[in-house]
């Protein structure tokens, strides 16, 4: 008997009940992987069958279209060898054509250039000297002489859903003159009644969806015929299908049922076929299957758990005993108080070695709050915010200081990584992580960076962020980051003031010559590449100098900030604007023309539109000398000169001169006026100004 007790109550036992543990385990996720599999092939294999049959459909209607397609220009080449000249011959033509009231049943009509009908049939539909310019696709045959199928949309003489096909008409010499268009109206009998007419399974259904419109065009759901898709965004596998992919997948239908769908494009209509199928019939047969092994599997652990369940309650009430005492002493605020030894054996020594290690952990406990005592009092002191990240669970701790830099209080903020990365500045975010991973990795001694945190009240504040791993595994892998944020939000500003004052004019806010010449350096080099050319413009406002004699320099003033705000409206976004000082400014053009004259064409058309623009009178308000407002009413033109340039064999200082030449020559020549570069004759600068 004793030898039979000491054998119950050895480790060897709780092995065995843990053996039978794992077993129960094993067989619930075998049988939670035996389901998920059986349902993953047989969706796999339903999607594909699913695929190839709405494939032959799509077909289908794609072979129709294209042959009615083809069946127009057949009759297109004839009416282009007949001309437009005999609109009575052109009527009669279609009248007499039975393939246009099989194939087209809101009838056809011949279309001029102008978009104007000149014969149309059957005679009904009064489209006679209608225009149909402004149909996309009507217009794209007779502009662009392309064969073209419209989307879903409502005739002008039948008020119904419609779509058409046109197709150029060309003379002998092969010329666009006019179009020929067949029209389908989908509220009436037509060639997609067969999709109408098709069944899939017992509850499944087809759909021919126009992808521009979202409109479904036909269906073998009646309810659904020439209605609306779902909206955007409500169906992720509906907006997949019509952005074009050919895939097959589950997703919740207009009624609210789940349905497993697939879809082929109609390539020459920009149309989309699907099938779909409720996954309730689809997946029938291994639901029913799944429940047989649910059913199964729930007996059999019921039955086992039973038995295990008593074989532990005798292994380990000895050990409940002690957990009951445990969670008592985890409650109190003190770790002196130890565990009674009670019990035997095993039990017994572990009691033992538990407290053991009550007291050991009691003395390093305090040993630590001394240590992080110190520790925070030096790190707070200094003002800097202070974070300390668990890598195994990304716990992070933020402290008081680090969350009120921010305007955070303490429980806006968890201790999950993700709400730092979070407020991260969208523009740092990548440089950020690619910090924090190279310390990660070994690469760098220390983690230090600066980025722009997101604060409480929506603003951002620049901090440099410095960590040190301080614990890896045996493996190298870090398991624990201590760091501090400071803020640098003042350099910051103070930097980036620095750097406009270096670069920027102070008045107008554009760039000064500094940055010009890099500016046009970099056109230069990308002209070099692209082979296209730039150019660069010059101007100098007339009539400038009485203003500032006559009102002081205060409207002066306000005239070049108006001027300057006009020119920034002028150019695009890859051009730059600049003031070089007084009353100049200089425009650096990019990526014009890789063609000369037509690089010339669209210098020249810029820089009238600028002139033109500098001409309007300008409103200036300004104090009198007792105080009052004063509005000025100033006309000021401006004298432009322009220089092409391509390549490195231009030196930036050629460029300018022959810009400033160019002005100089403009002024000469009356003011007021555009002149481009020419190297014939000096300048005389004194007379121009």
Known sequence: MTFNFLKISSIKTRVTTLTLAVFIAGVWVLSYYTTQKLQSDLARQIGQQQLSTTALLANQINNDLTERQRTLESLAEKIGQLGFSDQTQLQAFLDDRFIIKRDYNAGATIINFDGNVIASTPSQFKRMGMNYRDRAFIATALDKGQPTISEILYGKVIKNLVFGIAVPIRNPQGQVIGALTGGIDLTKPNFLDKIANSR??????????????????????????????????????????LQGFEESGTSINAYGVEVLSSAKQIPVANWIMVASIPTAEAFAPIRKMQSLILISASIFTLVLGAIIWWLLWQELSPIFSTIKKLAILAKLDTHNVLLPETGHGEIRDLIKAFNHLLTALRDREHALEESEFRWKFAIEGTGDGLWD????????????????????????????????????????????????????????????????????????????????????????????????????????????????????????????????????????????RTRKYGALIFLDLDKFKPLNDTYGHEAGDLLLVEAANRLRNCVRETDTVSRMGGDEFVIVLAELSADSATAKLEAGMLAEKIRMELARTYVLKIKDKEGGDLTIRHHCTASIGATLFIDEKDYINDILRHADDAMYQAKNAGRNRVHFYEAVRKIDRMHAS
């Open 200 to 241: 899939y399974g017992t509850t499944g259904y087809f759909l021919l969806e126009d992808r521009k419109t979202r409109t479904i065009i036909t269906s073998t759901d009646k309810r659904r015929v020439l209605q609306h898709q779902l909206p955007p965004g409500a169906s992720r596998l509906i907006d997949r299908h």
């Open 389 to 528: 990240w668990d890598i195994a669970s990304n716990h992070v701790y933020f402290s008081k200081s680090w969350k009120k830099m921010l305007g955070y209080n303490e429980g806006d903020i968890s201790n999950n990584l993700s709400e730092w990365e979070k407020i991260i500045h969208p523009e740092d975010i990548a440089k950020t992580m690619a910090c924090v991973q190279d310390h990660l990795d070994g690469k760098t001694p220390v983690y230090i960076n600066e980025q722009r945190l997101l604060c409480k009240d929506g603003s951002y504040k620049w901090i440099l962020d410095r960590g040190l791993v301080v614990s890896r595994d045996e493996h190298g892998k870090p398991l624990r980051v201590i760091g501090t944020h400071a803020d640098i939000t003042e350099r910051k500003q103070m930097e980036e003031l620095i750097r406009k004052q270096a670069l920027y004019d102070p008045l107008t806010k554009l760039p000064n010559r500094r940055l010009l010449l890099d500016r046009l350096s970099q056109v230069i080099s990308a002209s070099k």
